[in-house]
């Protein structure tokens, strides 16, 4: 998980509350993304950011906001928490340079749990 | 629109037995392809990947996959097992050449028996 950190790491919240995720980097790198992991599904990718204000959904953007003002932090919102959003949300990035392969460095992940 | 096939959402294996993990994948422009691997309580971590040039790759733990067109499949072997070894294992597929968006598989779950 070197170079990215995911805040908070756990956290426990109530339907129908607001609920913000942090991924901060400290590796410079261009893209960022936001995924959630279920059981059966694997990774579905919910936004992703390609620069500092450029960002775009995913295949479940639904309910869920980002934004990103520096290269280093790019945020997940929850406007209105559910219990269909109860998950572990991954944070990655990468640095695409030219032809090269798109390699994701992931974040240790926030599992997050609405009642 | 890409996507991703992962054949058996958990395989057992013995310990010193054969592993064989199955992708296949769904792509309208050549892909890159991937292995990610997650241990318990981490995040994801490349395994090998896939661009262009030799179709069989190797990867970290003595993991190796072999792109084949013509199948759509891009399978992950290891030809001895170890415990640990046992993790969960991700398929994902991006568009080649100016693509930045992965798609991953369901995942399958490797057990290695003792």
């Known amino acids: 998980d070197a170079g990215i950190t995911q805040s908070p790491r756990h956290k426990v919240t109530e339907t129908g509350t607001p609920v913000t995720l942090r991924c901060h980097q400290t590796?410079?790198?261009?893209?960022m993304y936001w995924y959630r992991q279920d059981p059966g599904h694997g990774l579905r990718l919910i936004h992703y950011?390609?620069?500092?204000?450029?960002?775009d959904k995913g295949e479940v953007s639904d309910g869920y906001s980002v934004s990103r003002s520096k290269t280093e932090d790019f945020l997940l919102t929850l406007e209105s928490a559910t219990s269909s959003q109860t998950s572990v949300y991954f944070c990655?990035?990468?640095?695409?340079?030219?032809?090269?392969?798109?390699?994701?460095?992931f974040g240790a992940g926030s599992r997050l749990t609405v009642l | 629109a890409q996507s991703v096939t992962q054949l058996g959402s958990h395989v057992s294996v013995s310990e010193g037995a054969l592993v064989l993990l199955r992708c296949n994948y769904s792509?309208?422009?050549?892909?890159?392809l991937f292995w990610y691997v997650q241990y318990p309580n981490q995040g994801l971590q490349l395994l090998l990947k896939?661009?262009?040039?030799?179709?069989l790759v190797k990867g970290i733990n003595g993991f190796e996959a072999e792109f084949k067109k013509s199948e759509t499949s891009f399978h992950l072997t290891k030809p001895s097992a170890h415990m640990s070894d046992a993790a969960e294992y991700f398929c994902?597929?991006?568009?080649?050449?100016?693509?930045?968006?992965?798609?991953f598989g369901a995942g399958t779950r490797l057990f290695v028996k003792a």
């Open positions: 990655a990035i990468s640095e695409k340079a030219g032809t090269g392969a798109n390699v994701l460095t």
């Open positions: 590796e410079n790198h261009r893209y």
């Open positions: 950011s390609y620069g500092v204000k450029d960002t």
């Open positions: 792509s309208s422009v050549p892909p890159y």
């Open positions: 896939y661009t262009t040039g030799a179709t």
């Open positions: 994902a597929v991006s568009e080649g050449q100016g693509g930045f968006k992965t798609i």
